[in-house]
């Protein structure tokens, strides 16, 4: 099991940018395919993007060119930089890990095995 910790949530405003980041520990080598998620109020949680062991990428056509997913293993942490933030970006962001390569399910919740508790992110027009 892996666990998984986000920070880096604030407020900003629209065109702002923020930085998000999802520390892992525990059996790391649990998690191949790690993800960002993100839930407004009322809505489903849907997947942002997702990397993978060997650095390849996914992203959902919504932050296409906006946002990118990085991860740095000597920290065992995941970072979701942002950037032309929109309001439409808000919501609680989560971090989660899975034990396979990322692949075509990547966007799927089921997919994911464990999940951090998220972090808030607020953006005003």
């Known amino acids: 099991q892996v666990q998984l910790v986000e920070s880096g949530g604030g407020s900003v405003q629209s065109g702002g940018s923020l930085r998000l980041s999802c520390a892992t520990s525990?059996?790391?080598?649990?998690?191949?395919?790690l993800g960002w998620f993100r839930q407004a109020p009322g809505k489903e949680r849907e997947g942002v993007t997702a990397?993978?062991?060997?650095?390849?990428?996914s992203y959902a056509d919504s932050v296409k060119g906006r946002f990118t997913i990085t991860q740095d293993n000597d920290k065992n942490t995941v970072y979701l930089h942002m950037n032309s933030l929109k309001v439409e970006d808000a919501g609680m962001y989560y971090c989660?890990?899975?034990?396979?390569?990322?692949?075509?399910?990547?966007?799927?919740?089921?997919?994911?095995?464990?999940w951090g508790h998220g972090t808030q992110v607020t953006v005003s027009s």
């Open positions: 525990g059996d790391t080598y649990s998690g191949p395919c």
């Open positions: 990397i993978d062991s060997a650095g390849s990428t």
């Open positions: 989660a890990a899975a034990p396979l390569k990322c692949g075509s399910d990547w966007k799927q919740r089921d997919f994911y095995t464990s």
